[in-house]
């Protein structure tokens, strides 16, 4: 029981701010690599958009934000009740 | 006959020992029976056994053939790793419950006629509500019962399909039904009430978040995957079936965003997984059944699996909502690090388990010219990243340090989900061994350069997008709230239907009461106290009034008086003529 509280109280990896933000520059240089493999090699595609570069990218890019957007400044204002609301 | 027994029974028989069983033994039969279940499974061959004469109809216990048989071994591969993680619980009503739930599951999948499973079917409802109710909060409780009500107006829907289909057709097996006659549309509706199709889905996310933590592992795995089978079976390529499909791939991603409670999001997450399935059956060419039938297979395990880190979490801290949670990577790393293999899995990643089967559907999409159907679905790919993938470990494992300190979850739970996990990676890195189940021959190869490339490309742009948002501050914090959704329907409309009902049935009621109850016999009484005066008074009033007589009225009703009073009718002597002949006449038919 000690030993594990000891462990527990030891700052985490991500406690230190540098670490964080080595993990994301490593992050956004993979990021930038998937992009870039794209024009290495030939796609073997069924829709012809699917050629295209970056096509999947930008679109998991895009949707992401729509996702977002919508369910924060939309969804949320609609169906958001307080906690107590069925009780 | 073959040497095993219906794999039904070994469970729900198996159940029966629970009774007395407690501790330790009853630890380890929860290990052993579904394990002897399996070996029972594994020992028969395909074809169709143990069918009995039911009111003239086939009623058949066991038909095996590769579609049942592929949901036959994952519901066994889960009911293992549960009880693994159950090991725990000293809770006789989940030990039934859980023990029912799933041979009822296995009921429906291997039953022959739709008689036999309609009874499992029920029995899935009965025994899912015990796992919802065992967890004994208020919350609790009341969630068990509206789930208890929505799967028993499903299950009569299906069952007056089934009733009506038999009529049609003079037929009790379960096969192709198609989407022709309305027997069919009521048995397409009662299933779909088990999918979690959209506006009845939300006993889904209304139940599984209320149930106990072992709970919900189980209920994750069985009621929607029985639904999936049941429509694999009796309506592959109902064009419906895609566009509801698509409905429920689509919609609850924006729900999952914003959903506070980390096991809700599972659950919104839950009905995206099966949108994939149901347009795959939607679409019905073989591809695309094969990808949904293995997406159904994968999803098991790996939304177990996440519903097991989330599971271990909770039982750790006591909380489970995002607002609570953060940090405890340092606390519970390897319970960190199984939900993070989960999540690849959900989210498709090359070499996890999602990855092998989600594609097959697209690609069926695809080929099928579903231009529209594909891009939602490669929305949703996405979106399913965002909310389970990237959402569910950060919030609950990294994010802020929320201050909680715990213990690394319980071995028993950290070796079941280790073997989730594992099953999640080797399915993901050797799906051969997945594809020589599937109901179809498939040369299917997932790895592709193109493919790999795509996948990951759209996944670590997701994981960009989250990233940017979070930086940014634009992503929605979360907050303790509730979140509307269909069941606002039942239970704000509830106590509205229950006002109206008491309008309209108690105004009855009350109006029966009190003209047939109280006003029309004591009327019937009053005048049956002296029936020959009543009659001769009315009888004068009437023909005083129609004459105009008006002076008569009097004289004439006291003498109708005065002749009841002295009794002046021979009723009596009438009735005790008619009795004496009645008696005669009896008496003669008696002796001769």
């Known amino acids: 029981m000690k030993k594990s509280n000891e462990t527990n109280d030891k700052p985490g990896m991500f406690d230190k701010p540098e670490n964080v933000k080595r993990l994301l520059v490593i992050f956004f240089t993979l990021t930038g690599l998937t992009l870039g493999i794209d024009l290495f090699y030939h796609k073997h595609a069924i829709f012809p958009w699917e050629e295209y570069f970056g096509f999947y990218a930008v679109y998991g890019f895009v949707a992401c934000v729509i996702l977002v957007v919508i369910s924060k400044f939309i969804l949320r204002p609609l169906v958001m009740r307080k906690e107590d609301y069925y009780d | 006959m073959i040497n095993a027994l219906p794999p039904a029974l070994v469970l729900i028989l198996g159940a029966l020992p629970l009774i007395f069983l407690k501790g330790k033994a009853k630890g380890v039969w929860l290990l052993i029976l579904p394990v002897l279940s399996f070996i029972n499974l594994l020992a028969i061959p395909v074809g169709s056994f143990w069918s009995y004469d039911f009111l003239g109809f086939e009623v058949v216990l066991g038909k095996f053939d590769k579609l049942s048989l592929i949901f036959g071994y994952i519901f066994h591969i889960v009911a293992i790793i549960s009880n693994i993680y159950a090991w725990h619980v000293d ?97 397409f509706i009662g299933v779909g009430v088990n999918c979690a199709w959209p506006f009845v889905h939300s006993w889904l996310v209304d139940a599984y978040p209320e149930a106990t933590i072992t709970g919900t592992i189980f209920l994750s795995a069985f009621t ?30 924006f729900y999952a965003v914003i959903e506070n409670d980390l096991r809700r999001v599972l659950a919104y997450s839950l009905i995206n997984q ?56 340092k606390s519970m790393p390897w319970t960190c690090t199984f939900c993070i293999v989960g999540a690849a899995s959900i989210s498709a990643f090359p070499l996890f388990s999602g990855f092998v089967s989600k594609s097959m559907v697209m690609e069926a999409a695809a080929h099928g010219e579903l231009r529209f159907v594909w891009f939602v679905l490669l929305f949703a790919s996405a979106g399913v990243f965002h909310h389970a993938g990237i959402k569910i470990p950060f919030f609950a494992f990294f994010s802020h340090d929320s201050g909680l300190r715990c213990k690394e979850a319980p071995k028993h739970m950290l070796l079941a989900m280790g073997i989730a996990a594992f099953l999640c990676i080797f399915i993901g890195t050797f799906p051969q061994f997945l594809y020589q189940l599937l109901p179809f021959a498939t040369d299917y190869a997932p790895y592709t350069a193109s493919h790999v490339i795509a996948q990951t490309q759209l996944l670590f742009f997701s994981a960009l997008a989250f990233t940017l948002l979070l930086l940014a501050g634009i992503y929605p914090a979360e907050i303790r709230s509730v979140n509307l959704d269909a069941d606002l329907v039942y239970r704000k409309g509830a106590p509205w239907l229950y006002r109206v009902c008491d309008k309209i049935f108690n105004g009855i009621n009350d109006f029966g009461d009190r003209v047939f109850v109280q006003q029309f016999p004591a009327k019937l009484s009053r005048f049956f106290s002296d029936p020959a005066r009543n009659l001769q008074s009315y009888g004068v009033r009437l023909l005083t009034e129609a004459t105009g007589e008006e002076k008569t009225l009097a004289s004439r009703q006291e003498s109708a008086e005065r002749r009841t009073r002295n009794l002046a009718y021979p009723v009596g002597g009438g009735v005790l003529l008619t009795v004496s002949f009645l008696a005669a006449v009896s008496l003669v038919f008696f002796f001769f």
């Not at chain 2, 419950?97 to 029995?123: I, K, N, Q, R």
């Open chain 2, 224 to 253: 929607t995957k029985t639904a999936v089978y049941f429509l694999a079976r009796a309506f592959p390529g109902t064009e419906a079936l895609i566009w509801i499909g698509v409905a429920m791939a689509g919609f609850p991603i």
């Open chain 2, 274 to 329: 099966v949108g994939f399935m149901v347009v795959g059956i939607g679409i019905g060419t073989h591809l695309a059944i094969n990808g949904a039938i293995a997406h159904a297979f994968n999803d098991i395990l790996f939304k177990g699996l996440l519903f097991m880190s989330m599971g271990a979490v909770m039982y750790r801290t006591g909380k489970i909502n995002a607002t609570d949670l953060g940090g405890l990577y």
């Open chain 2, 91 to 187: 809770d006789r009503v989940q030990s039934i419950a859980a023990t029912v739930y799933a041979g009822a599951a296995l009921g429906v999948t291997f039953a022959g006629d739709l008689f036999s499973l309609f009874v499992f079917w029920e029995m899935l409802t009965i025994s899912a509500t015990f796992l919802v109710l065992a967890r004994r909060t208020k919350a609790a409780i009341a969630a068990g019962a509206r789930y208890f009500m929505v799967h028993v107006a499903g299950g009569l829907c299906l069952l007056a399909g089934i009733i009506m289909h038999v009529q049609e057709t003079g037929s009790a097996a379960f096969g192709f039904i198609g989407l022709e006659s309305f027997a069919s549309y009521l048995i």
